[in-house]
């Protein structure tokens, strides 16, 4: 069994309002020495796979597929044996 | 300057419909051998701390105040300087 955990993170320049107003709240509530706020959104997706990289090979495709949209996202993929 | 990354992630049992539906629609697409899937949010704050020490502490209680809440949330607080 593979565990592979998958941070759909946006790209450069890719507007990201819940970070931005993250970054306002934590501002009112005092917390001035925080410059950025940036947010991303996190998948841990258990596999039974055979290998490392037939599990390597499955997270790409759903990646491409589902998890992450090309034109704003980068998915960065790290994969463990459980 | 230090690299704060939150990973807010879902206490055992609660609910995690998000989760739920991307395992139902990964399973649609064909991957079969996904067993679970689970999300969290992920935080990437830059901070303007003078220590380590500090801005664990300031990360800690921005997790209490606005990031987590403590009744279906557990922070997962990882600090790098940058």
Redesign the interface.
Known sequence: ?FEAEV?VELKKGVADPE?KN?KK??DL?G?D?????????????????SSEAEAKA?MD??CV???ANPVIHIPLINIKEV
């Open positions: 069994m941070r970070g993250t709240a934590l509530l917390f020495k925080v410059t950025e706020v940036k947010t991303s959104k996190f998948f841990t997706i258990t596999l039974d796979a499955m495709d759903m597929k589902l998890l």
